[in-house]
């Protein structure tokens, strides 16, 4: 197991459409033990492949409290089939440092999707856990949360982002 470096905005692999999963050998159950370790390391709730630089249909997540015994969900080749009602929230993500902020989202969710053995699940999610998974898929169609806020405080981001790299360069 290894910490894998987490990319981020706006690294042009956080953009590309992810491959399905086709293959669940130990390649696979090798990059799920990194994806754990580098999420628990960041720490976040959600990480998906793409954000470590591996285009695949690949999620993980833990939606429990501090308190809670973890639980790894392995979420491969998720496809959210049904959405109702909406909910807004405050969302942050690994890839893009220092910006949360509010996105709407479903408020329920049904998900079919494959566990890190290749058995297929169906299931519906609501709150909290139906967020941490629509922000993740976003992830496997190049999509970040920032691509739902109004196009002006995107474009305050993408400035602030550009400045800072800048500075990290001259440094
Ligand atoms: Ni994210």
Redesign the pocket.
């Given at each position: 197991m290894a910490i894998r470096e987490i990319l981020k905005y706006p690294n042009p692999t956080l953009r590309k459409k992810a491959t399905q999963v086709t293959d669940f050998g130990d390649t696979l159950q090798e990059l799920v033990a990194d994806m754990a370790e580098t999420m628990y390391d960041a720490p976040?709730v959600?990480?998906?492949a793409p954000?470590i630089g591996v285009s695949l249909q690949l999620l993980i997540m833990d939606v429990t409290d501090k308190e809670e015994e973890p639980e790894l969900i392995i979420l491969a080749n998720p496809e959210i089939s049904e959405g109702e009602g909406s909910d807004i929230d405050e969302e942050?993500?690994?890839?893009?440092v220092e910006l949360t902020a509010k996105v709407k989202r479903f408020a329920k969710i049904r998900v079919k999707a494959q566990d890190g053995e290749g058995t297929p699940l169906d299931f519906i999610a609501e709150d909290w856990f139906a967020r941490v998974i629509q922000?993740?898929v976003?992830?496997l169609n190049g999509t970040?949360?920032i691509d739902h806020l109004s196009s002006l405080k995107r474009a305050m981001y993408k400035k602030k982002r550009k400045k800072q790299l800048a500075q990290e360069q001259a440094s």
């Open positions: 976040g959600g990480l998906a954000q942050g993500c690994l890839s893009v922000h993740e976003d992830h970040l949360f």
